[in-house]
Structure formats: C-alpha cells, structure tokens
C-alpha cells in the first residue's frame, strides 16, 4: 500500500509563528510515515534546511503577479495526486480553495488565524470567509476566532470548524520561581506588553491606579513596554507619556518593549494583558509557562484560559473600575495565592500549548480526514 501524500502549503519559510508550527507538524507527519512535500512563493527561507534534512521536499514558485501564482499553484496541487493539502495563513488557504474547483479529490484543512468581526477592508479580504465552505476542515487558533469564521459565512458547518491553540516552545522559558515568603519584598511588579499610541490607552489604567488606596498603590509597580511601530516606540513619544505619568505621581513607567519580552515576564511579579482586542496574544502563553499571576480583560478566549479567581482576575480593560478592582485583588492576595495561581497557569500552559501536545491533535485530524478519503 502506497503512502499518502500530503502537501503543506504556506507563503515562506520564515520565522513566523504560523510557518514555524506548520513545520513541526510536517516534521512529525513525516517521521510517523507520511510523504510530505512543501509549497510556497515568498524567499524567507530560515526554516527550509530543517526540511531538507528529513529529505522534506520544498518546491517556490517564483515571484509573479498574485493570478499568475493561483495558475501556478493550481497546476502544481491538481497535478501532484495528493491525499491532503494543508494550508497555513488566509492567502495561501485562499488559493488552495480555489484550486480545488469545480471539484477535487483530495482533502484540504486550512488555518484561519486572523478572522475579525469588523468588515474587511479590501474585496479580496471579503472573499476569504466565503471560500472556506469548499474546505473539509478548517482549525481556528481560539474559540472566538472559530465563532467569527462561521458568523461571517453561514454556508459553513459547524462540524468542519475545529480549534487548537498555537504551540509554544518551552525549551528557553525560565522556571516559575519558588513560593516567597510573605516577609519577602512588599512591592509587586506587573509587566504589562501592549500597544500603546497615545495617552487614551494608559487613561484606564491611571485611573485604575489612582482609584486603589495610597498603600495599594505604593504596593505596585508596573512597567508598560510597547510593542508597536518603531514610531511608537521612539524615545520622544515614550518620554512625553512618562511626564505625564508623573503629574499624577504614579508607579508607571513606558518603555519600548525588548525583540523578546520573555525575560522581562520571567522576573516580573505579575503579568497584565489590557487588550481591547480578540487576537489571543503570545504573551499570555509566556506568562502562564512562566507561572505568573495574570490580570486580563476579558477578550477572546482569556475567559477560558485565565479563569477569574484561579489563573488571576479578569476584567473589563475599557471600565477603570473594573482594572481597579481585579488590581485590588491582585494586591490583597498573599504571595502563597499568587503563586499558585502561577502554578496553576504552568499545569494548564504546559497541556494546552506545548509542541508535542498541539501536534498530536493536528496528526489526530489530519488522519480522521486520510481515513475519510480512503473509505
């Protein structure tokens, strides 16, 4: 019995987070006994020698106009007698979708990991949803995401909407530190990594600040790094927020986040995560395989992954009330509390998004579909 084939279909072999995951699902699919090819049609090639040493064959289409690339592709996936096509990022699953019309033999998941509630801007950017109904399975990064996929094109069934979080490599993240003594240092400091663009991102959390008591409020310290624009992030901008934090006499501070803000979740005391939007960010992963404490809005799937009371508190990032009360609790919780909910944030971080983990339950769909295709 021949092996079957299956083609992973991407824009590059960069260093992404989506192009990284889709290679260690390649990588193990290969090793368990499948024949794995790549396509893709972008240069980045950091990750193209790890394929290669597992004999993982890669073939780019060279740079043309975007229809000359669909032709392109679609030549190479209806003629390469696959049994599955997998498609990672919203282009590449695009042009696989469309490569199987009018109809097709093989099976294809593709990846949505970018769906927004708000209409797209551009009308190819609207087409997107509407193509996913030709797909045999489509994988979400959260729930939410999973819920906007299928809001956005009712012609989808439910059944063919899966989700499995992003994997992390944990291999470079530091141990969560052992439990403090309740004698130990008095001042808690949060890390917090967000965009911020101008005062009315760091309005809620001043007042938030400026609502806990003055004990409370020497009791904190947090440290705001941006991780927007290198504009947003210029030393004049940053000073100008700075300044204005100190009229109001406030422990806050401003700064230009680092490449790898991993370090700087390591040896905080706390992390908080005031996101306004409903993109699950990799910051959180860090925080809870760190074991912190974690203060959230409730957003996307934080609501599941930081249950309130237990990973850390929730709370609504636009309402100073709201981050004001879960800062109080966060405060008022003993060293012994916060690091247990560290600990428990770890237990979950390590089942929910290690590598091994996530791509067992890829290999596990992918062969539910091999196994459609064969019957």
Same mark, same amino acid.
């Given at each position: ?126 087409? &997107? ?5 030709? =797909? +045999?399975?489509? $994988?979400?990064?959260? !729930?939410?995401? *999973? ?111 680092? &490449? ?5 979740? =390591? +040896?905080?005391? $706390?992390?908080?995560? !005031?996101?306004? *939007? ?98």
């Amino acid at each position: 019995m021949s092996r079957s084939r299956i083609l992973c279909v991407t824009d590059d072999l960069g260093s992404g987070g989506a192009q990284r995951q889709l290679v260690e699902i390649a990588l193990f699919l290969c090793q368990i006994g499948y024949d794995v090819e790549f396509l893709v049609y972008k240069p980045e090639n950091s990750q193209e020698p790890i394929l290669k040493q597992q004999g993982i064959k890669v073939m780019r289409i060279p740079a043309c106009g975007f229809f000359s690339r669909i032709c392109r592709m679609r030549k190479i996936i209806r003629g390469g007698n696959y049994n599955l096509v997998v498609a990672f990022r919203r282009t590449p699953a695009f042009i696989c979708e469309v490569a199987g019309l009018p109809r097709r033999k093989w099976k294809l998941a593709v990846s949505e990991r970018s769906s927004r509630r708000n209409k797209a801007k551009t009308l190819l950017g609207r087409f &997107y949803p509407y193509f996913h109904k030709f =797909a +045999d399975c489509i $994988i979400c990064n959260t !729930f939410t995401n *999973s819920t906007v996929v299928m809001e956005s094109n009712p012609q989808i069934k439910v059944e063919n909407v899966h989700v499995i979080y992003n994997c992390h490599d944990f291999s470079n993240w530091r141990q969560p530190r052992p439990v403090p003594t309740e004698t130990d240092s008095s001042t808690l400091r949060m890390v917090i990594a967000a965009r911020v663009s101008d005062m009315s991102h760091l309005k809620v959390l001043m007042d938030a600040m400026l609502h806990l008591t003055p004990q409370e409020r020497a009791a904190l310290r947090v440290e705001w790094y941006n991780c927007g624009s290198k504009e947003m992030g210029s030393p004049e901008l940053l000073e100008s927020f700075n300044q204005q934090i100190q009229q109001k006499r406030l422990h806050l501070f401003v700064r230009r986040a680092p &490449y790898d803000m991993n370090e700087m979740i =390591a +040896d905080s005391d $706390i992390v908080g995560l !005031f996101s306004f *939007s409903e993109k699950l960010p990799r910051e959180l992963c860090s925080a809870m395989a760190s074991g912190k404490p974690i203060i959230s809005a409730n957003v996307s799937d934080m609501p599941l992954l930081v249950e309130d009371g237990r990973g850390g508190f929730l709370c609504d990032a636009s309402d100073h009330l709201s981050v004001a009360s879960a800062l109080h609790k966060m405060i008022r919780s003993t060293n012994s509390q916060r690091h247990e909910m560290g600990r428990y944030n770890t237990q979950r971080a390590r089942f929910l998004f290690s590598n091994e983990h996530t791509v067992q339950r890829y290999v596990v769909l992918f062969q539910k579909l091999l196994n459609n295709f064969s019957t």
